[in-house]
Each structure stands twice: as C-alpha cells, then as structure tokens.
C-alpha cells in the first residue's frame, strides 16, 4: 500500500550542484624584480610629485592611496597576451583547445542571454537590500531548470520557456545548446580542471513509471548516470551524498540530509572547476586596512596585490559613472584566458559623505538594467593599482519564491511536472553557495536542488576594494556566467 502510495502522491527532486574551485601556483613574473617595500601599492612609479594632500581623511571611506601618482598607462597594443608563450604549443592541447572552443562558438547568443538574464533578475531579488554576503550561480541554475523543463509540457512547458527566456526556441534546441554549452568546459585550459556530472536517481517504486523520453533526454544530452535505489532505506541518502562528494571532489559532501517519504527522484548536475590565476597574486604583499560595509560601520580587510608596484599586462580595467558617481572596475584573468573573475566598487571622490556614496545594490541594478555590454568593452589594459580583498563565505537560499514572482507557476501545481512522470509538480528550489578567493586563485561550489511532489569620471584610476563589490566569473569565451555574487563583508577565516 505504502508503494501505491508513493507512486500517486510521488516527489520528484531534482538537485544540481555547480561546483567551481580553482587554485594558484607557478612562479612570479616579477620575482626577478627589487622590491624595497610591501605596501599593497600596485601602481607603477611614474616619479611624479604627488601635490595632493596625502594624509587619508578619517571615516571617508575614500578609496584612494595616500600619496598616488598619476598611472603610467600601457598601450593596449602593447601588452603581452596572456596566452603568449616561448615554449612550443603541445599540438594535443591544441587540438583539445581547437574542440573546446568550437562547441564554446556553437552556443548560441540567445542561450546565453537567457541565462545571463535569468540570473540577473534572481540575484537583483536575492541581494537588493540585504547587508550580508551573496553569491549564485547563474549557470547552475539553468542546468537544474533546463533539466526540470524536460520534465514538462502543454502551458507548464510554454511558462516554464517564457520565464527561463527560451522565446520560440523549442525544448529540442535548448537541450542541443546545453549540450554544447557543457562540452565547451571539458579540456578548455590546461591549467585548470573541469569536471561535468549529472545522474538521476530512482525510487524502485517509480522507476517503471518515468517516461523512457525523459530519461533519455537527460542521458544523452546532460550525460546523465541512471541509479535506482530503495529511498525508505536510510542509507540511500549516504549512497546520494557518496556521489556528489566524489564528483566534487569532496567540496560540497552534502545536499540532502534525509528523503521525504514522498520522495521518488533526485536529478543532480555537479561541477567541479579548479583553476589558477593567469598571474598570482604575491602573498608577501598582501596587507591589512580598512573596509567600509554598506551599513556605515568600519571593518578592516586583507588586501592583495601585485609587487612592485607592476600589474601584469593581462589584467584590465574600467572606469565607469553610474547616476554622477565614478564606478572602478577590473578583470583578472584564469590561465590561459579562457575564464575570469570581474569585480566592480564604487570610487568616490575625497570630498564625498559616505551616506551619498553610490551602493553595491544601486550598481547591481543599473548591471540588471543595461546589461553587462555597456561596461565590458570599456575595459583597457593599464599599470593601475589594484588591491582585491580576500574573502570566503558560504550562502544558502530558497529560491521557490523567486520563481514564483517571475511569473513560474503552472510547474507548482498538481501535474506540472507531467512530461517526466505522473502527477509531479515542482515543490521547492534551494541555492546553496560557497566562494574562497585568495592569492592564489579561487575555490567555489553551488548546489541547486529543485523539488517537486506528485499529486562620473575618472579622478582615482585603479581598482580599490574598500567597500562592498559586485562580482562575476565568466566565460570569455561566450559569454557564460558560472557565477555572480556581492560581498558586503571581505571576511577571510
């Protein structure tokens, strides 16, 4: 009885896990140069007299260095490519980057953008006017609802497109675009690791009840693993958590505590990415100062930098003004160029209170508004300063409501999930987070599980990490987001 039960009022929960964990080593291109002190500074010395008032005003919140020179800025034609090599190419990586690249190109701009905006319009809803660290991942995200979609039909599957911004594509294409999307991650740099999971997990009382065109659909185009398992028996969920360690390689070692008795399917999608900066950063440089937090209270923060006073070539800047108010940005590149770690801060003059200082909410939404095109292009290379500072978090949320709001309702109710089983219908959705950045790359992870039951101007150039900054890692490539956060409070235990 208990089995008929379950296979009437049955759970369906799909959980998809981007993990995204990179780290640093090899040795510093500067290390051949003297370097009389460590002061965090990163700009070139240009030998110029600074006239400004060089004593930093108390409580500004300023994010200028005492006694800054104006930068010697490089030729853009100049700098060095980050890919540029003596050594001869390895004709397997090449072939490997050629295969890479080409299913990067095959993703179209139309997927991209829909997933771009999808994060976007959950991250506005999840940060704007929180004072607390925040970070999703766009990109796991969209695996997890494109899996679910699958899962769909009739208006559900028409709501679930309209919201997820697939327009007229069919679902056939957008699987075909998520296809490419994940193999263009496989072998894209030899200096970094990807890995791409996926497996459904079946309760033996539901597993001659899924529909063979939906399991297929996510083995053949998510590569997904088919595992059927007694989900009343407790160590089950060791056996789901087993999976999901190992294919993270042990950064996320959990996303279910226990399987509700209605429960009868867990998708999970896990990524594991490992990767270096294309320049590390010199941890003896690394100093501690002052952070200013968006409720008008003091921390301090440790900051990295480059050595002597020299960024690498390869790292960019912007210099923005969003509504009157000078916006720095900066892009720092992982290995070969293929990814990188972009971070916007507000740059006020000397003279501005704090409480007129724009906010890391009030530059998210102008992000949210015009998208990341108006700003990327005006990214130059340049001897700038920048002090980045360190920080780790973790952050969870249910994401349910969020959806709601942005017009998903048809997959909440009794049947919306009928395309993969009878009567199924979407029941929960929770975010799960965790980001280290340090001098020597960046560790990260994700965890998406959906449930579902049956039934100005330019006055300080550089980049100075002094108050609250948005965030992303991106796909050069095409235009990917792996991640998007805000962090209020640089922490770093």
């Known amino acids: 009885m208990e089995k008929k039960m379950k296979k009437f009022f ?239 390689h042990g950064k996320i070692d959990k996303i279910i505590k226990s399987i509700d008795p209605l429960t009868v399917m867990h998708l999970i999608n896990a990524i594991y990415f490992k990767a270096a900066w294309s320049k590390a950063f010199d941890k003896e440089t690394t100093f501690t100062d002052k952070f200013f937090m968006s409720d008008g209270t003091e921390t301090t923060a440790d900051y990295m930098s480059f050595k002597n006073y020299e960024n690498p070539d390869e790292v960019k800047y912007g210099d923005y003004v969003i509504a009157g108010q000078n916006v720095a940005g900066v892009k720092i590149p992982y290995g070969r160029g293929a990814f990188a770690f972009y971070a916007y801060v507000s740059n006020p003059d000397f003279d501005t209170p704090n409480d007129e200082v724009m906010t890391v909410d009030e530059i998210i939404s102008n992000f949210v508004e015009k998208g990341f095109a108006e700003y990327l292009p005006s990214m130059t290379r340049g001897y700038y300063k920048l002090h980045l500072p360190k920080f780790k978090f973790e952050y969870e949320k249910s994401l349910s409501e969020i959806f709601k709001s942005l017009g998903l309702e048809k997959v909440f109710d009794a049947g919306g999930m009928s395309a993969a089983a009878p009567a199924l219908y979407v029941s929960e959705i929770t975010h799960k987070t965790h980001i280290d950045v340090n001098e020597d790359g960046t560790e990260a992870a994700a965890v998406t599980d959906v449930g579902a039951d049956m039934a100005g101007g330019e006055n300080f150039p550089g980049f100075y990490g002094r108050r609250p900054f948005f965030f992303i890692i991106r796909d050069e490539r095409n235009g990917s987001i792996l991640f998007m956060g805000k962090v209020e409070k640089p922490e770093y235990k």
């Open 10 to 248: 049955a759970v369906f929960v799909l959980s998809a896990a981007l993990i995204f964990v990179a780290s640093c080593g090899g040795d510093s291109k500067n290390d051949n140069q003297n370097d009389d002190s460590d002061t965090g500074d990163t700009s070139v010395d240009t030998g110029d007299t600074d006239t400004g008032d060089t004593t930093e005003p108390e409580d500004t919140g300023d994010t200028t260095e005492p006694g800054d020179s104006d930068p010697a800025e490089s030729d853009d034609s100049d700098a060095t490519d980050p890919t540029d090599t003596d050594e001869p190419e390895d004709p397997a990586l090449i072939q490997a980057y050629s295969l890479a690249d080409a299913h990067a190109d095959a993703v179209s701009e139309e997927i991209v953008g829909a997933n771009t905006r999808l994060g976007l319009n959950i991250f506005e809803k999840l940060a704007i006017g929180q004072k607390e660290n925040i970070m999703i991942s766009p990109l796991s995200i969209s695996i997890a609802m494109a899996m679910t979609a699958n899962g769909t039909e009739n208006e559900a599957l028409a709501e679930m497109k309209e919201v997820l911004g697939y327009g007229e594509m069919e679902l056939p294409a957008v699987n075909e675009q998520f296809e490419e999307l994940i193999a263009s991650l496989v072998s894209a740099d030899k200096d970094l690791v990807l890995e791409i999971a996926n497996s459904i997990w079946l309760d033996e009382s539901i597993s001659e009840d899924v529909r063979e065109e939906f399991v297929t659909v996510l083995t053949e185009s998510y590569n997904s693993e088919l595992f059927t398992a007694d989900f009343g028996d407790a160590e089950t969920v060791g056996l789901i958590n087993s999976w999901v360690a190992e294919k993270t």
